[in-house]
Structures are given as C-alpha cells and as structure tokens.
C-alpha cells in the first residue's frame, strides 16, 4: 500500500526527523553554546533513520491502520 507513496512517506518522516530532533535538543540542552554544535550534528544520522523508519513503517503499519479501523467500527 505504502510503495507507491514512498515519496510522500519519506518526505513526512524527514519533517518530523527534523522537528523531533530539534525539539529535543531544545529541552534536554539549553546551554547555547552547546545547543547551537548539537544542531549542527543531529543530521548526520538522518539518512540511515529515515532507512529505517520507513522499514520498519511498511512492516507494521497494516497492521497498526487494522487495529485502529477495528477500534472504531467496533460494537460495544
């Protein structure tokens, strides 16, 4: 399902790479001096976790949109 939208995937999870990076950063490291170098660094990992984000997004997400759709439909 999620193939043919790779791009778009891909794109999203580069965003919130980014945006979650940086935000943690801001909270844990305050100190400017050290906040500014950890910026700096946090995107070199990027390609390797995009990789495995979207790895690990196709394997589980059928079933996470599957469980989340029957929590909806479901009687009580």
Known sequence: ???????TVKLIFDSLYDIGAINIIN????FP????????IVGVP???AKILLFRW??????G???????SKVRFK
């Open 64 to 70: 996470l949109l599957t469980n989340w759709l029957y």
């Open 46 to 48: 990027k390609p390797i």
């Open 27 to 30: 909270k844990k490291f305050p």
């Open 33 to 40: 001096p050290l906040n500014r170098l950890l910026k700096s």
């Open 57 to 62: 997004f196709v394997a589980n997400c059928p």
């Open 1 to 7: 399902m999620f193939i043919r939208e790779e791009a």
